[in-house]
């Protein structure tokens, strides 16, 4: 892998946009190892957002710090997805692998919900969409990142990003 890839890539966004779709059709296009965040949970979370009730920051912080120190424990290069909503969420991420890079996939509420309502065997009911909105930070300029539109095709998504990760750029 060239030394101007970006290596370590968080794919992020509100539940229902994506990330692990995106994230396994990316992978093989940069060489680097995918893992969803969603299995990193622990239970406890797993059953909290199941019942119906959003996170809060005490329950991200240890989930957070386990994605962090994943993707810091490859030096080679990893991607997980990982809604990565607020940025102290990111910062703390940015913590355990100060390198990481965003790719953001995105859509507006209504696509998001009608495919959170036809997604089969997932813990994240649609009814918490809403609540990952109201805590959606948009990435900030001194933040390395790019948004993707998630209405596109996913192949369009990933060959996208994989050119942007490809350029470190």
Partial sequence: M?????????????S?????TVGEALSPLVGLEYRDGDDMHPQA????????TPLNDADREPWLKQIGQWL?????GAMVGCSALKRKYRD???EYCPAVVFVHVHGDF????????????????????????????????????????????????????????????
């Fill in 2 to 14: 060239d030394q101007h890839c970006f290596r370590h890539i968080v794919v992020m966004g509100v």
């Fill in 16 to 20: 229902g946009s994506g990330k692990t």
């Fill in 45 to 52: 979370n797993i059953d909290k957002m199941a019942a119906g």
């Fill in 72 to 76: 810091a424990d490859r030096p080679e």
């Fill in 92 to 94: 703390l991420i940015r």
């Fill in 110 to 169: 209504d696509v998001l919900h009608e495919r959170m309502q036809h997604r089969p065997g997932h813990f994240m009911p649609a009814s918490l969409l809403q609540s990952q909105f109201d805590t959606l930070e948009p990435l900030e300029e001194d933040e390395t990142g790019r948004v993707f539109d998630v209405t596109r095709p996913v192949e369009d998504i990933a060959q996208e990003a994989a050119s942007w990760i490809k350029a470190g750029a």
